[in-house]
């Protein structure tokens, strides 16, 4: 039996057998392991709508507002119908008939999530169609939202188009291109049927040893809320509810950006984080000033829902936090979407799974991104319903802010997969789009006798390093998987094979990863190293010093030995310490996580496109500078720091 059905079956088992609360681990990880459990995937026919339904129900009628249609279809529902809208189950560990039998309002691919068998959009497509099928055989027939993150693309799915991560776009300053970005990943969103995004990350970073940081567009707020803004337009657009719009998720409500270096407690196997799911030691004006500004731009520019933080503030997780949650969130902001848990956020509120639950819920949280045992969830909702300790008012709240959003997005209208949205799928549009990105968002923080742009007809270019050659490396994590992981994991072009497309007939490319280049004792005219980081996710990311590993450190000076002129790019998710490489080279660039389509670079090293990113973080010297603000002395590269070049 496949790894994936055992761990269904006992996740089954388990779950049937764990009726009393769970001693739920306030030091669990949010570990993102999907099994590859199969669900009964049929093409797309249209589903065996269950006989009751009334398919004259106002609640069906596509033209009633909807305010109305969420009036009526809350008052047919059961208790047990509400409290299966409010449950969100991670794919692997879905017994499909649950969802039909228990009337469950969403499904999720967490990171990697993709369907057993070949990881193909039409794959994609054929499963989460399939558990769609099973929703509308439901007594009411709601629609299940499908969410999935499609963080830089949709970057589960193989040979979708990878976008650079955030931190790069950020370097752009281009919200016109971030609408796009965001259109383009609806598109290729709905090929597989998925209409829910669990994006933007609108965290402000503050401390780049966060491993979450290059999903952060700045360390600026507004600079996050305008290229946040632009991308939830390009998701649900102005008319949100046709065929191609998407939903966005503003993530994680609020303050995970601005945790401290230290504070987290939560462990990742033997490892604790640092900073990923810590403490936002910040006060309150600070918190609204820098955090939340970016919340108040998604809401008015129509996010319907909201991401809750495994962090914490003011003492309290933020998956418990009233005060942020309700008064502020939807009271003062006035937020009508719903509010998601994050990945088991709500099991880390207390060992005692029932008090986690009902403390949860009352503090505002509408949707448990359960993820796995589902069951039991249900079990202390409903437990708790009858005790008392959850109002129904609270569930009819939760209840009706999901369908306002199932209804707004038009799920009921579209609830499968478009076909015709197929061809988009890492389409020739979308790469170039992808490979604007990636020129835009290069910053070239030093050009030496200005180096740079290089000549096309350059005798001998020599390059050298993994990161140059390496789709996996230069995409990042939430990529394929949910680490993300080095290697040829998609389809796409590499730094390396752009600058060999780049050059002319004249010019000579000779690649070795070690820097060795034994193939020749010549010395190059030019040198091209590319130093960088392995994938990483959340906080498996942490990191205590930033520090380049003495691999990339021995490569530089090994390189430098053989070439006329050295350029160095750091192909990373944030600032890393590169004071020395900067002294040793002719040239430096950043050019952080750019995806799928590295010819960008070369776009931009040989002078297709001219050198116009700036940094949305401050390029720190030291680690004692960190957060953002503290410790003393210039920055290595400051913040709008950026070098340009002409065009040729
Ligand atoms: C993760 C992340 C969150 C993501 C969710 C679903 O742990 O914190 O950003 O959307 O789980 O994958």
């Known amino acids: 039996m496949k790894r994936g059905f055992v761990v269904l079956f006992l996740t089954l088992i388990a779950a049937m057998l764990i009726l009393s609360p769970l001693a739920g681990g306030s030091l669990s990880v949010a570990m993102q392991t999907t099994s590859t459990a199969t669900v009964a995937t049929t093409a797309t026919t249209a589903p065996t709508l269950a006989p009751t339904l009334d398919s004259s129900a106002l609640y069906l009628d596509a033209t009633a507002p909807i305010e109305d249609r969420i009036a009526d279809l809350l008052a047919r529902m059961t208790i047990d119908e509400k409290i299966g809208q409010m449950v969100q189950v991670e794919k692997g560990s879905i017994s499909p008939d649950d969802i039909r039998d228990l009337a469950l309002g969403s499904l999720l691919s967490g990171g990697g999530g993709a369907p057993s068998g070949v990881n193909s959009a039409e794959n994609w497509a054929k499963m989460v169609d399939g558990y769609q099928k099973y929703a509308l055989e439901t007594r009411l027939a709601i629609p299940l939202i499908y969410g999935v993150d499609a963080v830089h693309g949709h970057s589960n799915v193989y040979g979708a188009t990878i976008f650079p991560h955030n931190i790069g776009l950020g370097a752009t300053r281009d919200a016109d291109l971030l609408e796009r970005i965001g259109r383009a990943t609806a598109e290729e969103m709905i090929a597989t049927g998925i209409y829910w995004n669990f994006a933007p990350c609108v965290a402000v970073v503050q401390d780049v040893r966060w491993g979450r940081s290059y999903e952060s567009y700045s360390e600026n707020p507004a600079i996050v809320s305008e290229l946040a803004t632009a991308y939830i337009k390009g998701l649900q657009t102005d008319h949100l509810g046709a065929a191609d719009t998407v939903i966005a998720t503003a993530k994680h409500f609020v303050g995970d950006g601005g945790t401290a270096f230290d504070s987290s407690t939560t462990y990742n196997g033997a490892t604790r984080y640092s900073l990923d799911q810590g403490v936002t030691e910040v006060d309150e004006a600070t918190l609204r000033a820098i955090h939340l500004l970016p919340y108040e731009a998604a809401i008015k520019q129509g996010a319907l829902s909201i991401m809750a933080s495994f962090s914490s503030w003011d003492g309290l997780k933020m998956h418990a936090q009233k005060y942020l949650l309700t008064d502020v969130l939807k009271g003062e902001l006035g937020f009508t979407g719903f509010v998601v848990s994050d ?162 007939a004249n010019s000579k490319v000779i690649y070795d990863r070690l820097g060795r280049f034994r193939s020749t004792d010549e010395t190059a005219d030019v040198g091209i190293v590319v130093v960088s980081e392995l994938p990483y996710a959340e906080g498996v990311g942490d990191s205590k010093t930033l520090e380049l590993s003495t691999a990339n450190v021995s490569l530089v000076n090994r390189v430098r030995e053989r070439v006329k002129k050295l350029i160095v ?11 020395d490489q900067v002294e040793l080279a002719d040239a430096v660039v950043a050019a952080w996580l750019p995806g799928t389509e590295g010819a960008g670079v070369a776009d931009v090293l040989f002078g297709k496109l001219p050198f116009t990113g700036k940094l949305s973080v401050t390029w720190m010297r030291s680690v004692d500078q960190l957060p953002v603000g503290s410790g003393t002395g210039d920055a290595l590269f400051p913040f709008g720091f950026g070098l340009t070049t002409t065009a040729k």
């Open 343 to 504: 990945w088991g956020g709500i099991d880390q509120i207390s060992k005692d799974y029932y008090t986690a639950v009902v403390t949860s819920i009352n503090a505002g949280v509408d949707m448990n991104m359960v993820p796995q045992k589902y069951p039991q969830f249900i079990k202390v909702m409903q437990q708790a319903v009858e005790k008392g300790d959850i109002s129904v008012e609270r569930i009819d709240d939760a209840v009706t802010r999901i369908l306002r959003a199932k209804f707004k997005m038009g799920l009921f209208e579209h609830p499968f997969s478009d076909p015709e949205m197929l061809q988009t799928v890492g389409s020739a549009e979308h790469r170039a789009l992808a490979r604007e990105a990636v020129a835009k968002s290069q910053v070239l923080l030093k050009n030496e006798g200005d180096v740079l742009p290089l000549s096309a007809d350059t005798p001998l270019i020599f390059i050298a390093g993994e990161g140059a050659d390496n789709i996996g490396i230069q995409s990042g994590g939430w990529t394929i998987s949910w680490q993300g992981s080095a290697g040829n994991i998609t389809v796409g072009t590499t730094i390396r094979e752009g600058i060999e497309q780049a050059v002319g």
């Open 569 to 579: 790019i750091v192909v990373s998710g944030r600032p890393l310490i590169i004071n």
